[in-house]
């Protein structure tokens, strides 16, 4: 039995990873895969990658693409959810805030620098014609936990993160969400170490097919709503709407994809070094 780790955040998206292990669908290829919950997310899990903490990641595309263009020794080998994710832009309910506009020169509270919380906040920026280098300031909290009690404790003003994750704040009325922010590409990638692909190449493609099996047919098993609602604590109508608006992939993304991303990225300088889509992709 082969053993190898993978990371991901704890939410919705990953469900399709824990029903094929709790299915023992790796084990019958040989395959003992271990998945880690990191609720601290992309940058914590970039870290991750480049320490050898774990052989693989389910990742947000802008954040390892930012940290294998800084020297991560990573590469994305497939797609994984090829839908835009919604950033909801969420302050304290009792916040004198009540437009993005409103939160011009404000600080973001991020879960750490290179995270999503973090770059997201440079493509709101961007889309609201902010100078980046006077409107931006950050306040990193590591969790949700840590977010709640910066905006109610007013260290940190708002907070971008995946809307369906944080909506039981929001019905707690302990966030309101001002608005929605998507990514302008698809949001989560499958990311290995390059040590990783150097040794287990026919592995790793053992773990792509099996993953691709089930989020294939992910949105057609019996009362998959309810299952996500109890097991997320989501409200029913809104794992209905995630579902509709979800797309999984289960291709390599395009080279006209990851070039997008970089040249934004580049844009918005959060990458300094020239990099092109064939150092990205395995």
């Excluded at 052989?55 to 994305?76: C, M, Q, R, W, Y």
């Excluded at 979800?246 to 994809?257: D, E, F, I, M, V």
Aim: aromatic share 8%; hydrophobic share 40%; glycine share 6%.
């Amino acid at each position: 039995m082969k053993h190898i780790t993978i990371a991901g955040v704890p939410e919705h998206f990953n469900l399709p990873w824990h029903l094929a292990i709790e299915d023992e669908a790796f084990e019958e290829r040989g395959i003992e895969l271990e998945f880690t919950e990191v609720p601290q997310g992309t940058g914590k899990m970039c870290q991750m990658l480049r320490n050898g903490e774990t052989d693989l990641a389910i990742i947000l595309t802008e954040g390892i693409v930012k940290d294998i263009a800084a020297g991560n020794p990573s590469k994305i080998v497939q797609g994984y959810v090829d839908s835009p994710l919604l950033w909801g832009i969420h302050v304290a309910t009792n916040a004198p805030y009540h437009s993005v506009e409103d939160l011009k020169g404000t600080k973001a509270a991020i879960s750490r620098f290179g995270s999503g919380s973090h770059l997201m906040a440079y493509v709101n920026a961007a889309n609201q014609n902010w100078d980046i280098t006077k409107d931006l300031h950050f306040e990193v909290v590591n969790t949700l936990d840590g977010a709640i009690e910066a905006l109610t404790e007013d260290t940190a003003q708002y907070f971008m993160w995946e809307r369906f994750t944080t909506k039981p704040i929001v019905d707690k009325g302990i966030f309101k969400r001002i608005t929605d922010c998507p990514t302008p590409w698809p949001c989560f990638v499958i990311a290995a170490t390059d040590k990783f692909l150097k040794e287990n190449p026919a592995v790793l493609n053992h773990i792509l097919e099996v993953i691709n099996t089930y989020t294939e047919e992910f949105k057609i098993i019996p009362s998959i709503d309810r299952t996500i609602a109890n097991r997320y604590g989501i409200q029913l109508k809104d794992v209905k709407d995630w579902l509709h608006i979800t797309r999984w992939g289960q291709q390599q993304l395009s080279n006209t994809t990851i070039t997008k991303v970089i040249e934004q990225l580049t844009a918005l300088e959060l990458i300094e070094s020239k990099v092109s889509s064939s150092d990205i992709l395995w």
